[in-house]
């Protein structure tokens, strides 16, 4: 199969999503989070072809796109009543809310959960896709399972080439890391997947905004957060302090290696004749560098190695959460 990345010059490119997702094909598509890999959330075969092509396990549900203006009623079951704030305040954008499902969709979406996550994203290229198709559209980050989430076309296509016929190009994504996924089933909302938008900031509108962990040997209750995840393909090293860094890059040096350091603003001011990946100085810029600077450390280092941002404002629990990661220095129960 051919794989196309459609950008906006291509007349006509959200009319032959449509087809192909009415056909029980799965498309690629920007967001402003993350690229997505979608599929019609009604077809169960269309369901576990996304599962089957990222090789993801098939206990870590899915969750559910739908354009602005797309009723979401018949798909939930109730709703407390800070969720309507919360949907005005942050939607569309990158706020994922998981309600009690009606199980309309299909139930390879959910994994058996009773629950239902949804997400409206404010990219305008995601949007005209959505509207195009009108049906809630089941997808996941368009990575490879394990692998660095895509922020641009080019990341999807080498993942995916071959293997899905469509890339909705909308660019590089703003947000860069994914979407924040809060479980609105209980009276207090619960974040189970830090993001963009952050406790503070749902607390601001829902009153109160709790933060899950799960206990150990607990299966958590986001599954996906309990797998290995994010991960570049070269091996992996990750420092709190500069001079500890500095002296795993000589020693990768010494063995005949590449290493490579991914690190602040801060950090990369210490670091004049060492090859430095970037991240920049506030939480926005890191989470908008962060996947495609864990890609290109991939291509060029035998051995990359992080060291642990300063700043702690803003959308930075998400950012060091998937820092910590990709590197190895953080993952929950079991690994896949
Ligand atoms: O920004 C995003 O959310 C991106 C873009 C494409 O929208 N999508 C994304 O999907 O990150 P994925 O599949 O990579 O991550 C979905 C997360 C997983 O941690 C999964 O376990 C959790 O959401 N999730 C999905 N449905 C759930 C549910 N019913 N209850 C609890 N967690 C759920
Ligand atoms: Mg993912």
């Known amino acids: 199969m051919k794989t196309e990345i459609a950008t906006s010059s291509f007349r006509g490119r959200f009319i032959r999503a449509k087809r192909y997702i009415e056909e029980g094909e799965v498309v690629a598509f920007h967001t402003e989070t993350v690229y997505g890999l979608g599929a019609n959330a009604f077809s ?10 990222k090789g993801r396990p098939a206990d ?7 354009h602005q203006e797309y009723d979401i009623s018949p798909l939930i079951d109730s709703e407390p009543p800070y969720a309507g704030a919360l949907r005005k305040a942050f939607l569309p954008g990158p706020l994922t809310m998981v309600y009690p499902s009606t199980g309309k969709v299909s139930k390879y979406v959910s994994c058996g959960l009773n629950t239902l996550a949804i997400r409206v994203p404010s990219s305008p290229t995601a949007q005209a896709f959505l509207k195009a198709v009108n049906l809630p559209i089941a997808a996941p980050s368009a990575n490879l399972s394990k692998h660095v989430s895509p922020v641009t076309a080019r990341h999807v296509f080498e993942d995916f080439n071959e293997k899905i016929p469509l890339i909705l190009d909308g660019g590089a994504c703003s947000g860069g890391i994914e979407s924040t996924v809060l479980d609105c089933t209980g009276e207090v909302p619960q ?10 900031m749902i607390a601001a509108v829902a009153g109160d905004c709790k933060l899950y962990h799960a206990a150990a040997g607990e299966r958590p209750k986001s ?9 570049p393909r070269c091996r992996t090293a990750y420092f709190t302090e500069t001079e500890a860094a500095k002296a795993a890059y000589h020693e990768e040096k010494e063995a005949g290696g590449t290493p490579c350091i991914l690190c602040d603003s801060g950090a990369a001011a210490q670091l004049g004749g060492y090859e430095v990946l970037e991240l920049g100085g506030t939480g926005e810029v890191m989470a908008q560098r962060l996947y495609a600077l ?4 991939e291509k060029i280092a035998t051995l990359l190695i992080g060291i642990e941002p300063q700043e702690r404002e803003g959308c930075m629990a998400g950012v060091l ?9 953080e993952h929950g129960t079991e690994e896949s």
């Open 294 to 297: 864990l890609r290109r450390g």
């Open 191 to 200: 974040i189970l997947r830090e993001g963009l938008v952050t406790r503070e």
């Open 44 to 53: 169960d075969e269309a369901v576990q072809k996304i599962f089957a092509l």
């Open 223 to 231: 599954p996906g957060m309990a797998y290995k995840h994010y991960s």
């Open 321 to 329: 959460n998937r820092m910590r990661r990709a590197f190895g220095a």
């Open 60 to 66: 870590n549900p899915l969750i559910v796109h739908v």
